[in-house]
């Protein structure tokens, strides 16, 4: 059984910093290409950042891009985004996805395996 779990998130001052964790369980993780998407009240989710299974080539949203930077540890099994520079905007639940494809897709519905999310409250 797949699991991903999320955690980091939380309340932050605009300007702020978080670095949210997604451990991994139930799948050969150095496999997998990995992402982090958001959703946002009323609004759909959207793609954040992915890194490929070699943790050579990463993605990035626009509206992060110089932000945010993902990361991940094949050892422990887990995938990291930091989030510098914190706006209000950014304020959302964080997902992170796991994907068998070497193509980072920027919509939800191909990814294969999803975490429960984690909320992230930016202050202003």
């Known amino acids: 059984q797949v699991q991903l779990v999320e955690s980091g998130g939380g309340l932050v001052q605009a300007g702020g910093s978080l670095r949210l964790s997604c451990a991994a369980s139930g799948l050969t993780f150095s496999t997998y290409l990995l992402g982090w998407f958001r959703q946002a009240p009323g609004k759909e989710r959207q793609f954040v950042a992915a890194i490929n299974r070699s943790n050579r080539n990463t993605n990035y949203a626009d509206s992060v891009k110089g932000r945010f930077t993902i990361s991940r540890d094949n050892a422990k099994n887990t995938v990291y985004l930091q989030m510098n520079s914190l706006k209000p905007e950014d304020t959302a639940v964080y997902y992170c996805?796991?994907?068998?494809?070497?193509?980072?897709?920027?919509?939800?519905?191909?990814?294969?395996?999803w975490g429960q999310g984690t909320q992230v409250t930016v202050s202003s």
């Open positions: 996805a796991a994907d068998r494809s070497v193509v980072v897709n920027t919509v939800p519905k191909p990814w294969d395996y």
